[in-house]
Protein backbone atom coordinates (compact mmCIF):
# COMPACT_ATOMS: atom_id res chain seq x y z
CA UNK A 1 0.00 0.00 0.00
CA UNK A 2 1.25 3.28 -1.07
CA UNK A 3 0.62 6.91 1.16
CA UNK A 4 -0.24 9.75 -0.60
CA UNK A 5 -0.54 13.37 0.76
CA UNK A 6 -1.25 15.40 -2.40
CA UNK A 7 -3.93 15.30 -5.09
CA UNK A 8 -1.25 15.85 -7.75
CA UNK A 9 0.26 12.07 -6.49
CA UNK A 10 -2.93 10.55 -6.20
CA UNK A 11 -4.12 11.57 -9.60
CA UNK A 12 -0.94 9.70 -11.30
CA UNK A 13 -1.46 6.66 -8.98
CA UNK A 14 -4.99 6.47 -10.12
CA UNK A 15 -4.27 6.79 -13.56
CA UNK A 16 -1.35 4.33 -13.69
CA UNK A 17 -4.04 1.89 -12.44
CA UNK A 18 -6.48 2.25 -14.70
CA UNK A 19 -3.92 2.41 -17.81
CA UNK A 20 -3.12 -1.58 -16.06
CA UNK A 21 -7.00 -1.70 -16.59
CA UNK A 22 -7.97 -1.50 -13.15
CA UNK A 23 -11.52 -0.20 -11.63
CA UNK A 24 -11.30 2.39 -8.97
CA UNK A 25 -13.39 1.78 -5.55
CA UNK A 26 -12.65 4.35 -3.07
CA UNK A 27 -13.86 4.72 0.68
CA UNK A 28 -13.56 8.22 1.89
CA UNK A 29 -13.13 8.56 5.73
CA UNK A 30 -12.13 10.53 8.64
CA UNK A 31 -10.16 8.41 10.15
CA UNK A 32 -9.70 7.05 13.67
CA UNK A 33 -10.71 3.74 11.73
CA UNK A 34 -12.50 0.92 13.13
CA UNK A 35 -14.39 -2.06 11.56
CA UNK A 36 -17.16 -0.31 10.18
CA UNK A 37 -14.22 1.57 8.16
CA UNK A 38 -12.41 -1.86 7.60
CA UNK A 39 -15.89 -3.66 6.56
CA UNK A 40 -16.43 -0.36 3.12
CA UNK A 41 -11.91 -1.44 2.56
CA UNK A 42 -12.89 -5.31 2.48
CA UNK A 43 -16.09 -4.68 0.25
CA UNK A 44 -14.21 -2.39 -2.33
CA UNK A 45 -11.68 -4.79 -2.42
CA UNK A 46 -14.27 -7.81 -3.28
CA UNK A 47 -15.68 -5.48 -5.93
CA UNK A 48 -11.86 -5.88 -7.44
CA UNK A 49 -9.70 -3.33 -9.11
CA UNK A 50 -8.15 -0.85 -6.94
CA UNK A 51 -8.92 0.23 -3.61
CA UNK A 52 -8.38 3.79 -2.66
CA UNK A 53 -9.10 4.96 1.38
CA UNK A 54 -8.78 8.62 1.95
CA UNK A 55 -8.00 9.96 5.87
CA UNK A 56 -9.27 13.61 5.90
CA UNK A 57 -10.53 15.21 9.29
CA UNK A 58 -12.89 17.71 7.17
CA UNK A 59 -12.87 20.66 9.37
CA UNK A 60 -16.39 22.21 6.82
CA UNK A 61 -18.67 19.70 8.21
CA UNK A 62 -17.60 20.49 12.26
CA UNK A 63 -20.21 22.82 13.27
CA UNK A 64 -18.45 22.48 16.38
CA UNK A 65 -14.96 23.40 16.39
CA UNK A 66 -14.71 21.33 20.20
CA UNK A 67 -15.47 18.50 17.74
CA UNK A 68 -13.14 19.17 15.23
CA UNK A 69 -10.16 19.27 17.95
CA UNK A 70 -11.22 16.38 19.96
CA UNK A 71 -11.43 13.84 16.76
CA UNK A 72 -9.19 11.51 17.40
CA UNK A 73 -6.25 11.36 15.03
CA UNK A 74 -3.71 8.44 14.76
CA UNK A 75 -2.71 7.90 10.95
CA UNK A 76 -0.13 5.32 11.58
CA UNK A 77 -2.65 2.89 13.11
CA UNK A 78 -4.97 3.80 10.36
CA UNK A 79 -2.53 3.11 7.77
CA UNK A 80 -2.04 -0.42 8.73
CA UNK A 81 -5.52 -0.99 9.23
CA UNK A 82 -5.90 0.23 5.49
CA UNK A 83 -3.16 -2.45 4.92
CA UNK A 84 -4.59 -4.91 6.56
CA UNK A 85 -8.21 -4.37 4.97
CA UNK A 86 -6.74 -4.67 1.48
CA UNK A 87 -6.72 -0.84 0.57
CA UNK A 88 -4.02 -0.13 -2.23
CA UNK A 89 -4.05 3.14 -1.76
CA UNK A 90 -3.98 5.74 1.16
CA UNK A 91 -4.62 9.24 0.50
CA UNK A 92 -4.53 11.44 3.70
CA UNK A 93 -3.89 15.22 2.60
CA UNK A 94 -3.41 17.78 4.80
CA UNK A 95 -5.91 20.69 5.10
CA UNK A 96 -4.05 22.92 3.14
CA UNK A 97 -3.54 20.94 0.23
CA UNK A 98 -7.63 20.70 0.28
CA UNK A 99 -8.56 23.87 1.02
CA UNK A 100 -5.97 26.22 0.03
CA UNK A 101 -5.40 29.85 1.19
CA UNK A 102 -8.50 31.83 -0.68
CA UNK A 103 -10.49 28.88 -1.09
CA UNK A 104 -14.33 29.48 -1.71
CA UNK A 105 -15.85 27.31 -3.95
CA UNK A 106 -18.96 24.77 -2.14
CA UNK A 107 -21.21 22.16 -3.63
CA UNK A 108 -24.73 22.03 -1.74
CA UNK A 109 -27.67 19.92 -1.82
CA UNK A 110 -30.53 22.21 -0.63
CA UNK A 111 -34.19 20.91 0.35
CA UNK A 112 -35.72 19.10 2.87
CA UNK A 113 -33.07 16.24 2.24
CA UNK A 114 -30.10 18.09 4.16
CA UNK A 115 -32.58 20.29 6.68
CA UNK A 116 -34.04 17.81 8.30
CA UNK A 117 -32.47 15.45 11.36
CA UNK A 118 -28.53 15.51 11.26
CA UNK A 119 -29.34 18.75 9.41
CA UNK A 120 -31.19 20.82 11.60
CA UNK A 121 -29.35 19.75 14.43
CA UNK A 122 -25.66 20.55 12.71
CA UNK A 123 -26.56 23.31 10.43
CA UNK A 124 -24.04 23.69 8.05
CA UNK A 125 -22.76 19.44 7.92
CA UNK A 126 -24.08 18.03 5.22
CA UNK A 127 -22.44 21.51 2.91
CA UNK A 128 -19.08 20.31 4.71
CA UNK A 129 -19.52 16.68 3.86
CA UNK A 130 -20.96 17.40 0.31
CA UNK A 131 -18.41 20.09 -0.86
CA UNK A 132 -15.50 17.43 0.55
CA UNK A 133 -16.83 14.18 -0.79
CA UNK A 134 -17.51 16.29 -4.47
CA UNK A 135 -13.70 17.38 -4.32
CA UNK A 136 -12.61 14.26 -3.26
CA UNK A 137 -14.61 12.23 -6.09
CA UNK A 138 -12.84 14.95 -8.33
CA UNK A 139 -9.16 13.95 -7.42
CA UNK A 140 -9.69 10.20 -6.86
CA UNK A 141 -12.08 9.92 -9.99
CA UNK A 142 -13.68 6.64 -8.56
CA UNK A 143 -15.73 4.12 -10.66
CA UNK A 144 -17.24 2.91 -7.32
CA UNK A 145 -17.70 4.77 -3.72
CA UNK A 146 -18.63 3.14 -0.10
CA UNK A 147 -20.57 4.43 2.38
CA UNK A 148 -22.00 3.02 5.75
CA UNK A 149 -25.64 3.07 6.20
CA UNK A 150 -24.52 3.48 9.92
CA UNK A 151 -24.92 7.87 8.73
CA UNK A 152 -27.97 6.81 6.52
CA UNK A 153 -28.58 10.54 6.10
CA UNK A 154 -25.02 11.08 4.86
CA UNK A 155 -25.53 8.39 2.41
CA UNK A 156 -29.09 9.58 0.96
CA UNK A 157 -27.26 12.95 0.60
CA UNK A 158 -24.68 11.64 -1.52
CA UNK A 159 -26.80 9.96 -3.41
CA UNK A 160 -28.40 13.07 -4.50
CA UNK A 161 -25.82 15.48 -5.20
CA UNK A 162 -24.13 12.47 -7.58
CA UNK A 163 -27.59 12.05 -9.23
CA UNK A 164 -28.22 15.66 -9.30
CA UNK A 165 -25.07 16.50 -10.63
CA UNK A 166 -24.52 13.29 -13.16
CA UNK A 167 -21.18 12.48 -11.46
CA UNK A 168 -19.91 9.56 -12.93
CA UNK A 169 -20.05 6.89 -10.01
CA UNK A 170 -21.72 4.45 -8.51
CA UNK A 171 -22.59 5.15 -4.86
CA UNK A 172 -22.13 1.54 -2.76
CA UNK A 173 -23.93 1.41 0.58
CA UNK A 174 -22.66 -1.05 3.33
CA UNK A 175 -24.07 -2.29 6.46
CA UNK A 176 -23.92 -1.20 9.83
CA UNK A 177 -21.04 -2.61 12.01
CA UNK A 178 -21.85 -3.26 15.35
CA UNK A 179 -20.20 -4.01 18.85
CA UNK A 180 -20.88 -7.48 20.48
CA UNK A 181 -23.70 -5.32 22.26
CA UNK A 182 -25.64 -3.93 19.37
CA UNK A 183 -23.92 -0.53 19.67
CA UNK A 184 -23.27 0.68 16.70
CA UNK A 185 -19.24 1.44 15.97
CA UNK A 186 -17.97 4.95 15.52
CA UNK A 187 -14.66 6.84 16.18
CA UNK A 188 -16.89 8.51 18.93
CA UNK A 189 -17.23 5.22 21.25
CA UNK A 190 -14.07 5.74 22.62
CA UNK A 191 -15.17 9.32 24.27
CA UNK A 192 -17.71 7.49 26.13
CA UNK A 193 -16.95 6.77 29.50
CA UNK A 194 -17.11 3.12 31.11
CA UNK A 195 -20.24 4.31 32.89
CA UNK A 196 -21.46 5.88 29.79
CA UNK A 197 -20.41 2.82 28.01
CA UNK A 198 -22.88 0.74 29.41
CA UNK A 199 -25.49 3.17 29.30
CA UNK A 200 -24.94 3.53 25.03
CA UNK A 201 -26.52 0.49 25.05
CA UNK A 202 -30.14 1.67 25.33
CA UNK A 203 -29.83 3.05 21.67
CA UNK A 204 -29.08 -0.28 19.93
CA UNK A 205 -32.16 -1.32 22.73
CA UNK A 206 -34.45 1.30 21.20
CA UNK A 207 -34.40 0.63 17.41
CA UNK A 208 -34.62 -3.32 18.13
CA UNK A 209 -37.74 -2.95 20.50
CA UNK A 210 -38.75 -0.57 17.35
CA UNK A 211 -39.88 -3.54 15.47
CA UNK A 212 -41.17 -5.69 18.30
CA UNK A 213 -43.44 -2.43 19.11
CA UNK A 214 -44.35 -2.17 14.98
CA UNK A 215 -45.43 -5.77 15.08
CA UNK A 216 -47.63 -5.54 18.04
CA UNK A 217 -49.51 -2.55 16.60
CA UNK A 218 -49.98 -3.66 13.83
CA UNK A 219 -51.44 -7.10 15.82
CA UNK A 220 -53.73 -4.32 17.73
CA UNK A 221 -54.35 -2.82 13.89
CA UNK A 222 -53.22 0.83 15.24
CA UNK A 223 -53.10 3.14 12.83
CA UNK A 224 -50.20 6.48 12.28
CA UNK A 225 -48.06 3.64 13.73
CA UNK A 226 -45.23 6.38 13.06
CA UNK A 227 -46.02 8.90 15.41
CA UNK A 228 -47.06 5.80 18.19
CA UNK A 229 -44.01 4.40 18.01
CA UNK A 230 -41.98 7.37 18.30
CA UNK A 231 -44.33 8.32 21.22
CA UNK A 232 -43.04 4.57 22.69
CA UNK A 233 -39.45 5.06 21.92
CA UNK A 234 -39.64 8.64 23.35
CA UNK A 235 -41.07 7.25 26.86
CA UNK A 236 -38.56 3.72 26.84
CA UNK A 237 -35.91 6.60 26.76
CA UNK A 238 -36.81 8.20 29.38
CA UNK A 239 -37.16 5.30 31.32
CA UNK A 240 -34.15 3.51 30.87
CA UNK A 241 -31.11 6.39 30.02
CA UNK A 242 -33.01 9.69 31.84
CA UNK A 243 -29.94 11.59 31.59
CA UNK A 244 -30.16 10.87 28.19
CA UNK A 245 -31.20 13.78 25.65
CA UNK A 246 -32.47 12.91 22.59
CA UNK A 247 -31.94 15.73 19.40
CA UNK A 248 -34.35 13.05 17.69
CA UNK A 249 -35.94 10.10 17.94
CA UNK A 250 -37.98 9.88 14.34
CA UNK A 251 -39.57 7.49 12.07
CA UNK A 252 -39.12 8.15 8.60
CA UNK A 253 -39.45 7.33 4.91
CA UNK A 254 -35.83 5.61 4.36
CA UNK A 255 -35.27 7.49 0.77
CA UNK A 256 -37.36 10.81 1.42
CA UNK A 257 -36.86 11.16 5.41
CA UNK A 258 -40.05 12.25 5.69
CA UNK A 259 -42.43 11.33 8.86
CA UNK A 260 -43.76 8.83 8.23
CA UNK A 261 -48.09 8.39 9.78
CA UNK A 262 -49.20 4.76 8.48
CA UNK A 263 -46.42 2.45 7.69
CA UNK A 264 -47.24 0.64 4.96
CA UNK A 265 -44.31 -1.77 3.86
CA UNK A 266 -41.09 -0.68 5.63
CA UNK A 267 -39.84 2.63 7.47
CA UNK A 268 -36.41 3.85 8.96
CA UNK A 269 -36.04 4.57 12.62
CA UNK A 270 -33.24 6.76 12.91
CA UNK A 271 -31.92 8.57 16.51
CA UNK A 272 -29.55 10.68 17.65
CA UNK A 273 -28.85 10.80 21.38
CA UNK A 274 -26.17 12.53 23.87
CA UNK A 275 -24.90 9.83 26.32
CA UNK A 276 -22.82 11.37 28.69
CA UNK A 277 -21.53 14.36 26.57
CA UNK A 278 -20.94 12.40 23.46
CA UNK A 279 -23.56 12.45 20.65
CA UNK A 280 -24.55 9.04 19.19
CA UNK A 281 -26.59 8.56 16.12
CA UNK A 282 -27.70 5.21 14.67
CA UNK A 283 -31.20 3.82 12.43
CA UNK A 284 -32.55 0.77 11.30
CA UNK A 285 -35.07 -0.58 8.88
CA UNK A 286 -38.27 -1.76 10.03
CA UNK A 287 -40.63 -3.65 8.47
CA UNK A 288 -44.44 -4.56 8.22
CA UNK A 289 -44.86 -8.10 8.87
P1 LIG B 1 -16.40 8.70 8.90
O1 LIG B 1 -17.28 9.03 10.03
O2 LIG B 1 -14.96 8.41 9.17
O3 LIG B 1 -17.04 7.47 8.15
C1 LIG B 1 -16.47 7.00 6.95
C2 LIG B 1 -17.42 5.97 6.36
O4 LIG B 1 -17.55 4.86 7.26
C3 LIG B 1 -18.84 6.54 6.17
O5 LIG B 1 -19.36 6.09 4.94
C4 LIG B 1 -19.58 5.96 7.35
O6 LIG B 1 -20.98 5.81 7.12
C5 LIG B 1 -18.91 4.60 7.49
N1 LIG B 1 -19.12 4.04 8.83
C6 LIG B 1 -18.89 4.62 10.03
N2 LIG B 1 -19.26 3.80 11.04
C7 LIG B 1 -19.74 2.68 10.47
C8 LIG B 1 -20.28 1.45 10.97
N3 LIG B 1 -20.41 1.22 12.27
N4 LIG B 1 -20.70 0.52 10.09
C9 LIG B 1 -20.58 0.74 8.74
N5 LIG B 1 -20.08 1.86 8.21
C10 LIG B 1 -19.66 2.82 9.05
O7 LIG B 1 -18.59 9.81 7.22
C11 LIG B 1 -17.53 10.39 7.22
O8 LIG B 1 -16.40 9.89 7.83
C12 LIG B 1 -17.33 11.72 6.52
O9 LIG B 1 -18.53 12.44 6.56
C13 LIG B 1 -16.83 11.59 5.05
C14 LIG B 1 -17.84 10.86 4.18
C15 LIG B 1 -15.48 10.87 5.01
C16 LIG B 1 -16.64 13.02 4.46
O10 LIG B 1 -15.73 13.75 5.20
Not at 148 to 160: A, I, M, N, R, T
Not at 169 to 191: K, W
Not at 217 to 243: F, Y
Amino acid sequence: MEKLTTVGSVRFKVREARAQGHTIGFVPTMGALHEGHLSLIRQAKADGGTVVVSVFVNPTQFNDPKDLEKYPRDLARDAALCEEAGADLLFAPEASEVYPEGYAAKVLVEGPLTRLLEGYFRPGHFDGVTTVVAKLFNMVQPDRAYFGEKDWQQLQVVKKMVRDLDMPVTVVPGPTVREPDGLAMSSRNVRLSEEGRKKAKVVPYLLDTAQDLLDSASREMLTDQGPVLRQWLMTLLESNAPDAKADYIAVVDPDTLFDVDEITDRALVTVAVHIDGVRLIDNRIIVRR
